[in-house]
């Protein structure tokens, strides 16, 4: 399983199999937001990217990959 980089920063395999897991299981963009933050996670634009963070803290994981937002 690859990990995703940004500003020095991995999100961790096991992160990014959930973002995959809860995205394949939401009917639409908006949901799978919803459904992150159950999980104690959201997710933020930042100048055309999308990056995964930690609530309630907003620390960022990482840029979420292409092929999973």
Excluded: C, Y
Aim: cysteine-free; overall charge neutral.
């Amino acid at each position: 399983m690859a990990l995703a980089e940004t500003a020095g920063h991995m999100i961790d395999a096991g992160i990014l199999e959930l973002l995959r897991h809860e995205r394949t299981q939401a009917l639409s963009n908006r949901e799978w937001k919803f459904r992150l933050g159950a999980h104690g996670l959201a997710v933020k634009d930042v100048q055309g990217k999308q990056i995964v963070t930690r609530l309630p803290q907003g620390i960022e994981l990482g840029v979420i990959p292409a092929d999973v937002a």
